[in-house]
């Protein structure tokens, strides 16, 4: 019988060795449905191209595109966002794809009420996962149908400002009650800049984290700037993060948004990604 089962499994391989291989080859993240992703915004200074090959260079593959980044080789003068028609959309696909990327998201989107459909529109197009925005407190109504409407996620992103969805109180308050689709985009780097514990938002938004916007960052200095740091290095205790998301059974995308050493910050990006690996091996 054991034999039997053996031979089963091994002609099953022969036939699609492909999905034995891919299987075989699933690190500890991906089987936790753990995905790192790259916001490029990090590589603002850059075109969309450009961001594509530092991607590709790091080894990440899923990316999250920023409205308004120039484009680049290819594309002449043309940014990124809803206006592409769609010769200059599939063109990007193919350029992502060539890479092994998959554009998984864009944003930060804050558009105003009578846009939003394009830009779930455009997300669909694009075969885009989710969006990440931060819509206006009297437009979720809108928001709420368009997700539903295109099956597309909103994750809500927290910038440092009162403006905006800074804590999580604020954020459940608007979409508690709403469609599971609709959810958050934690930036943990940005709670702390707002005093508030990132491991504790994280708990008040559990079964509501679409994404994260992951980083580290330094100490307050001098000037009250907390800037971004190699993950490990810094005051957010980014193990506690990644345990508190295991706990959660979280599936998604850690975006890594690095904001500093704006010029280089690959080698950074790295070491990064590096510690990731690390915490990934010791919890999971």
């Known amino acids: 019988m054991k034999t039997t089962k053996t031979l089963i499994i091994v002609l099953a391989c022969l036939l699609s060795g492909t999905a034995c291989a891919q299987h075989k080859n699933q690190t500890k993240a991906d089987k936790q449905g753990w995905h790192l992703s790259m916001q490029s915004y990090t590589f603002h200074l ?10 590709q260079d790091l080894g990440i593959r899923f990316i999250e595109i920023y409205p308004g980044q120039k484009l680049g080789n290819g594309f002449g003068d043309d940014v990124f966002g809803y206006q592409l028609n769609d010769g200059q959309q599939k063109k990007l696909r193919q350029e992502a794809k060539k890479r092994n990327i998959r554009i998984v998201s864009s944003g930060v989107w804050v558009a105003n009420r009578e846009e939003w459909e394009a830009v779930f ?27 539903k409407k295109y099956r597309i996620k909103v994750a809500t992103h927290n910038h440092p400002n009162e403006n905006s969805y800074w804590k999580p109180e604020i954020l459940l308050k608007n979409i508690g009650q709403r469609a599971p689709l609709l959810g958050a985009c934690a930036d ?8 508030i514990e990132p491991v504790s938002a994280l708990k008040q938004l559990e079964g ?10 330094a100490p307050k200095g001098e000037d009250g700037i907390l800037e971004d740091v190699v993950w490990g290095t810094g005051v957010l205790n980014v193990k506690d993060m990644m345990q508190e998301l295991k706990r959660q059974h979280f599936k998604g995308y850690f975006t890594i948004e690095y904001e500093a050493d704006w010029e280089n910050n690959l080698p950074q990006i790295k070491q990064s990604i590096e510690y990731f690996n690390q915490v990934v091996n010791e919890i999971l």
Do not use: C, N
């Open 188 to 195: 943990v780097g940005h709670y702390k800049r707002m005093d």
């Open 208 to 217: 509501r984290i679409v994404s994260l916007h992951f980083k580290d960052i």
């Open 46 to 55: 850059f075109s969309v191209m450009e961001s594509l090959d530092k991607t």
């Open 121 to 147: 529109s455009f997300a669909k197009k694009m075969k885009m996962e989710f969006i990440s925005a931060e819509p206006a407190r009297e437009d979720w109504d809108v928001v709420e149908a368009l997700a």
